[in-house]
Every structure is written in C-alpha cells, then in structure tokens.
C-alpha cells in the first residue's frame, strides 16, 4: 500500500507517504510485532477465523506493537475502501464461501493508544452469525491489545541517563502549637 499524507503548510502542499505492514494466521511482515502474528496463527488454528491486521510502519526500524497510528493512518485503515479491499486478499481461500464485505474493528491498548486495525471477512447470511462473528472479531482484537500491554518491555540500554530517587529530609514534627498562637475562644 502506498498512501499519501498530504499536509497544507506556509511553503504549500506537503506530501508524505505512509507505509502499513500486515499480518495473518499464516503470514506476518517483518515490520509487525511477531506476538501479533502469533496471536493470529492462534485464533486461526483454535477458531477457524481467518483475520488480518494491518498497522502503520516505519521502514527501517524495529517493529513497534505500541506505535500508535497517525490519524492519516487511522483515516486510511477504518474509512478507506481500499484499504479493506487489500486486507480482503488475505483470507480469500479456496473450499471458503466469497465475502460480501468486511468487519473493521481498531485494536486500542489499556493507555488508550489506537495501534492497528483487525479485518474479518464479513459473508451474506444470517444476521444471528454476523453479529457472533462481530463479537469475535472484537475479542480477537482485545486479545492482541492485551498480549501487547502485558509483553515485557526491554531493559533500558546501560548508556541511558538515569534517575537517582532520594529521600527528602523528614520535617520536624510538633506537638505542641508555637507560644504565639492565640485560641479564641
């Protein structure tokens, strides 16, 4: 995929391309967080619910499951046509009926940060199965958000400035108002 940002600024038109990367039960970019492609390949293995997730990247850079996306990002991956239309091409499998859409639904981690969006296949049918597939897919997507909270963070490198806590000094306590207060009474 090879959206534009365009941004309006004093000098005119600013363009900046915004690169995804997407994951699945059976494939995962290299720019994605392997702990989502592995959560996927799980869902697809234990639910039979072929997903893809797609996220924005930075080429060049390790992996970030915590990058939050941009709101061109946001715009492209929840409300553009096209976007949903490539995800489609991952679940597209010979012996599965053809989709007549898709569920977006974003993946949003406990600090409330909006890192990706999950796709599902959506099919024509009964509105009973669409609304549990729905809910699965929500699921689904609560399930990578918390994998990526509850991950360890790597240690700070050894070169990081650091923080030296000290205690502050214990203020004296009194008992006893100063002489020079007056009660009235």
């Known amino acids: 995929m090879n959206p534009f940002d365009?941004?309006?600024t004093a000098d005119g038109m600013q363009v900046d391309e915004l690169e995804f990367a997407v994951a699945t039960g059976r494939s995962c970019d290299s720019l994605v967080d392997p702990v989502v492609?592995?959560?996927l390949r799980l869902i697809l293995q234990k639910m039979d619910i072929a997903l893809a997730y797609a996220c924005e990247a930075v080429s060049g850079?390790?992996?970030?499951?915590?990058?939050?996306?941009?709101?061109?990002?946001?715009?492209?991956?929840?409300?553009n046509a096209f976007a949903r239309s490539l995800?489609?091409?991952?679940?597209?499998?010979?012996?599965?009926?053809?989709?007549?859409?898709c569920f977006t639904v974003p993946v949003v981690l406990a600090s409330g940060r909006v890192v990706?969006?999950?796709y599902a296949p959506r099919y024509a049918g009964?509105?009973?199965q669409a609304q549990q597939l729905l809910r699965q897919v929500e699921l689904s997507a609560q399930l990578i958000a918390r994998r990526i909270d509850e991950r360890p963070r790597a240690a700070p490198p050894a070169?990081?400035?650091s923080a030296t806590v000290m205690p502050l000094p214990q203020a004296p306590s009194r008992v006893d108002p100063p002489q020079a207060w007056a009660l009235a009474a």
Not at 61 to 79: C, H, I, K, N, V
Not at 90 to 99: C, D, L, Q, V
């Open 6 to 8: 365009y941004e309006q």
């Open 37 to 39: 492609g592995e959560t």
């Open 61 to 79: 850079q390790r992996p970030d499951a915590t990058r939050e996306l941009s709101e061109a990002g946001q715009w492209y991956l929840f409300d």
């Open 87 to 101: 995800a489609a091409e991952h679940w597209i499998e010979p012996g599965r009926p053809a989709s007549q859409g």
């Open 116 to 118: 990706g969006a999950l």
């Open 126 to 128: 009964d509105a009973v």
């Open 159 to 161: 070169d990081a400035p």
